[in-house]
């Protein structure tokens, strides 16, 4: 099977535009989760997506949004670019069916410059 | 919430030595515990997982062993080589799919 794709992977934005990520599943996982990735920070949870639907949601301001799509692609959205959202955005796609603890596997990121 | 801890931040061992790396977590319901490889550049690879009903796994030269009641779990690597040089995360749920990485371990393996 075809692992987790995401694109771009690579992205230069200027302070105050928006950005839209897309990220593609392992065929047949219908959970998608999002991570930011910082020094700083480490790997914190954006929020999740199962069947279409925002499942779970971590501790981000309204200005990052998400979508899940028919095909369990799903697409991240930041708003009003600030420089603290440099970053690498990681999505990782399970089976999930119940929500509970199975394995989750990532794509290689999208790196997120914001000068 | 669920907090977790990862010990230590940095581990250099000699080739073919042992390392641990020790993670605890506070939640108590916490039923399912992954370890991720990433390599410079790369993504958070899964090299093994762990649930609260079993005390111990292994794969090849991987171990992760559970203590529920001290809430920690442990990755146990044994005859190191070069290319396990990586940092290594534990993470625990919080709820769902919702995981809380620990801050990593560098782990350097000197030939």
């Known amino acids: 099977k075809a692992g987790v794709t995401q694109t771009p992977r690579y992205l230069i934005k200027t302070r105050g535009q928006q950005v839209t990520l897309s990220c593609s599943p392992i065929s047949g996982h219908r959970s998608v989760s999002w991570y930011q990735q910082t020094p700083g920070q480490g790997l914190q949870f954006l929020f999740e997506?199962?069947?279409?639907?925002?499942?779970n949601k971590g501790n981000f301001p309204g200005r990052f949004s998400g979508r899940q799509f028919s095909n369990s692609r799903s697409e991240m959205n930041v708003s009003t670019l600030e420089l603290g959202d440099s970053a690498l955005y990681l999505c990782?796609?399970?089976?999930?069916?119940?929500?509970?603890?199975?394995?989750?596997?990532f794509g290689p990121g999208t790196r997120l410059t914001v000068t | 919430g669920e907090n977790v801890e990862q010990h230590p931040s940095t581990l250099s061992v000699q080739e073919g030595d042992s390392a641990v790396i020790k993670c605890t977590y506070s939640d108590s319901a916490s039923n399912y515990f992954p370890w991720y490889k990433q390599e410079l550049g790369k993504r958070p690879q899964l090299i093994i997982d762990i649930r609260s009903n079993v005390g111990e796994k292994k794969d090849q030269r991987i171990a992760v062993t559970l203590n529920k009641t001290a809430k920690h779990f442990s990755l146990h690597i044994t005859e190191t080589q070069p290319e396990d040089s990586a940092v290594y995360f534990c993470a625990a749920p919080l709820w769902g799919q919702n995981f809380v990485f620990g801050p990593g371990t560098r782990l350097s393996v000197l030939p």
């Open positions: 997506y199962f069947s279409e639907t925002q499942r």
């Open positions: 990782a796609s399970s089976l999930a069916e119940t929500g509970e603890g199975y394995e989750q596997y």
